[in-house]
């Protein structure tokens, strides 16, 4: 969990605190940074060494430590480990169960993205899954990646419990502030710059749509190869009046963000779940997302969906969206709804009554 946290480190911030504001029993193994101080009796900060940070080496240090610093911890005791995360005790004792969390296979999906965890997911993450008594997959799409790459035939290991959306950050409520967008029309993507994320597509998408003075705001973090291949190619074609890089942005930023948009369009090719079209719709804004892996599964029927692949349909089902207004509507009461069925509250009731029928 460090100071500008995506993919994992929300999904851990939130599901930590749902559990910690619902049982007093849960206990916390949290760094020294964690800066949420209401749970902090609660606590057992790691090392210094073990830090926040992004990274193969602050990986690697954390994996060791789960598997010397963690168990000796536990050593004599009965406990219940869970992890956020693929991470956890290679070897466990008989007082101690395991549930480790599985959010995607995306180093076997697309190796190139992810060189070093590959090896990672190949050799050391089996191993854990077999000293873990479940294994929390965040969708049945990631259930079904588990079974297909690593021949799981204990099928009831696999527990499927969904992420959610944070409703008390993103909601439809009026603006508190007026932004630089206010005076515009744009879409809006928000997530990681790999190409496995499909952006480079969306962009030309949007091109293909200049005539209508559209623009595309694009939320994630400007460091990488992806996001210099991105934004050369805005540069190389002159389309800077039509794309905006801003990089990553606060929660009360991201909401406004979403409640001014005329559409949110998510084009990846592969998604473990999906949180910001459920957190688009949380804010009022209509959802255009691809057909692929667990996306349909995330935002069911509350999204128009698109051919990933075909940059031709995308434009099309954006400029349908935008411009239907009836379509509009629906789309915005239906994500509205479909919103409130995935939150955190919901997720942690789900988790402990996973624990407690571990402890019986």
């Known amino acids: 969990m460090h100071d500008n946290p995506t993919g994992l480190g929300v999904y851990t911030r939130e599901i930590l605190e749902a559990l910690l504001e619902r049982d007093r029993e849960v206990k916390a193994v949290v760094p020294k940074s964690y800066r949420n101080s209401e749970y902090k009796n609660r606590f057992i900060l790691a090392p210094d060494t073990i830090t926040p940070g992004k990274g193969f080496k602050n990986n690697l240090l954390r994996i060791m430590w789960l598997q010397l610093g963690l168990l000796k911890a536990a050593a004599g005791k009965s406990a219940l480990i869970y992890s956020t995360v693929p991470e956890g005790l290679v070897y466990t004792t008989k007082n101690i169960k395991q549930i480790i969390t599985v959010h995607d296979l995306l180093p076997f999906r697309y190796p190139e993205e992810y060189p070093r965890i590959r090896y990672y997911m190949r050799f050391l993450l089996p191993r854990i899954i077999r ?21 799981i035939e204990e099928h009831d290991k696999l527990v499927v ?16 502030e007026k932004g630089a967008t206010d005076s515009e029309e744009y879409v809006l993507y928000v997530g990681a710059l790999r190409r496995y994320k499909n952006v480079l597509k969306l962009i030309k998408a949007i091109e293909r749509l200049k005539d209508f003075n559209l623009k595309l705001l694009i939320v994630g973090d400007n460091r990488g190869g992806y996001y210099k291949e991105l934004t050369d190619y805005v540069r190389n074609r002159g389309i800077e009046h039509l794309v905006s890089f801003l990089g990553y942005v606060d929660d009360k930023t991201l909401t406004n963000l979403y409640r001014g948009a005329k559409a949110f369009v998510f084009p990846s090719l592969y998604e473990g779940f999906g949180l910001p079209p459920l957190e688009a719709m949380a804010c009022g804004c209509p959802v255009i997302a691809s057909n692929t892996s667990s996306i349909p599964e995330a935002c069911g029927d509350a999204a128009i969906y698109f051919d990933p692949e075909d940059i031709e349909d995308m434009a099309k089902k954006i400029h349908l969206v935008l411009y239907n207004q009836n379509l509009r509507s629906l789309l915005i009461k239906k994500g509205i709804e479909r919103a409130k069925k995935f939150t955190w509250e919901k997720t942690a009731e789900r988790i402990l009554n996973l624990f407690y029928s571990m402890i019986k």
């Open 131 to 151: 000293s873990s008594t479940k294994v929390v997959c965040i969708s049945e799409n990631t259930k079904k990646d588990l079974v297909e790459y690593y021949g």
């Open 161 to 176: 419990i969904y992420p959610g959306a944070n409703l008390k950050r993103f909601s439809t409520y009026e603006k508190e």
